[in-house]
């Protein structure tokens, strides 16, 4: 008899948020992944969220051991990118691993690839932009990002592909959404500036808007976008 873990769930969407890093207390992409997790459980979807580390390896075996667990059909990381104001749906995850910062564990990285035998990059395979759509209809700001940093959130967005890719096409559709600032967080003195900042309500349905949108089969928008610089 085949072991229940290893029994996929094309149903069911796994979301993920970072615990706090850089020295804060408080890192609102873990609320937010909890909270749109609750919100889709009452709208009946299967959904479930898990805190990640902020370890480049850490990162990787809590999630492993998450898509074991729970061979979601529906894979949405999402982690802080404190200083943006709009919620940020990535297009690429690229292979490298360059930390201005320290991660958790104290491990800095200079410009070493996260695999490597891995591809230089791998794209989302969320839908992008019917998502940033689907949440400016929501009157979320949102954008499209063409970089998801060279820190732990790329490390675990590569992460996340690379091993969906691995699961031989029962993982339909995963990403990552880096998010602002919760409004009233608690923050660093040192970092007492204004940031940018949405409620964290607004983070929340971001990722519940994102979900839903995964979870469509409709294939994504065919409209032109990008950046130019
Ligand atoms: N943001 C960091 C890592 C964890 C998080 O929430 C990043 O953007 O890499």
Redesign the pocket.
Known sequence: MSSPHLAAHPGRTLLT??????GERH?P?WPAAREAARTLRRLGVDAVAER?P?TFAGSSRVLETALARHRPGVVIA?????GRSHVAVERVAVNLQDARIP?NAGHQPAGDPIDDAGPAAYFSSLPVKRTVAALHGARIPAELSLS?????????FYEVMRRAEAQGGSVRSAGFI??PWDEGAPRRAAEAEPWPALPAADLARALVIAAQEAARPASDLQQAAGALY
Do not use: K, Q, R
Request: net charge negative; charged share 5%; glycine share 18%.
């Open positions: 948020g970072f615990e706090p890093f850089g890192n992409s990640l902020c999402c982690g802080l990118a404190g991660d998801a940093g060279s820190f732990v959130c790329n490390h675990v880096h998010l």
